[in-house]
T-cell receptor, first 108, second 115 residues
């Protein structure tokens, strides 16, 4: 079983849609959690950290459920520019583990 | 401008020909690491370094070497490349190991093909 698992997608949604991605992790000692965004053939960039209390940044909301060991990312009012691959990242004591990514395509 | 640079960006080579991919950061970061990214597998860590002269193996270190003689540089060395090392490589740095909210900054990537 992979340490960090994501639905690879692709998710194809129309502009304005709300879309949610989930990610599960296997190591209960995981300490911190992130969502990164990666555009095609580009480097990953931090989208947002994920806090236990949940956090929001504009149209993006991240949630963490430690008991069930999953993280979610909700994107509201999708824009064409949101099209990218979203990587779930889990930090386990100085060791960053990446999910394989979920690909999102937002269509006009 | 704060950045991580990698060179070369693209490289096609042949089996057994030693190569080095350079990585440099200008943010005075202590932590640096190398990843490879392959379809369906995501990013896998090759080696990481917590500080100068301190390096550790990641998940997939076989066939790779690194060194950290200076804080800003973290070269990746393939002594005898093989076709299964064909991949997209990313160097990353952060002020710590990525704990809390520390961001990992990634270089632009090096696409390596070993024939």
């Amino acid at each position: 079983r992979k340490e960090v698992e994501q639905d690879p997608g692709p998710f194809n949604v129309p502009e304005g849609a709300t879309v949610a991605f989930n990610c599960t992790y296997s190591n209960s000692a995981s300490q911190s959690f992130f969502w990164y965004r990666q555009d095609c053939r580009k480097e990953p960039k931090l989208l947002m950290s994920v806090y236990s209390s949940g956090n929001e940044d504009g149209r993006f909301t991240a949630q963490l459920n430690r008991a069930s060991q999953y993280i979610s990312l909700l994107i509201r009012d999708s824009k064409l520019s949101d099209s990218a691959t979203y990587l779930c990242v889990v930090n386990i004591v100085d060791d960053m583990r990446f999910g394989a990514g979920t690909r999102l395509t937002v269509k006009p | 401008e704060a950045q991580v640079t990698q060179n070369p960006r693209y490289l096609i080579t042949v089996t057994g020909k030693k190569l080095t991919v350079t990585c440099s950061q200008n943010m005075n970061h202590e932590y640096m690491s190398w990843y490879r990214q392959d379809p369906g597998l995501g990013l896998r860590q090759i080696y990481y370094s917590m500080n100068v002269e301190v390096t550790d193996k990641g998940d997939v270190p076989e066939g790779y070497k690194v060194s950290r003689k200076e804080k800003r540089n973290f070269p990746l060395i393939l002594e005898s490349p093989s076709p299964n090392q064909t991949s997209l490589y990313f160097c990353a740095s952060s002020s710590s190991s990525g704990r809390d909210t520390d961001t990992q900054y990634f270089g632009p990537g090096t696409r390596l093909t070993v024939l």
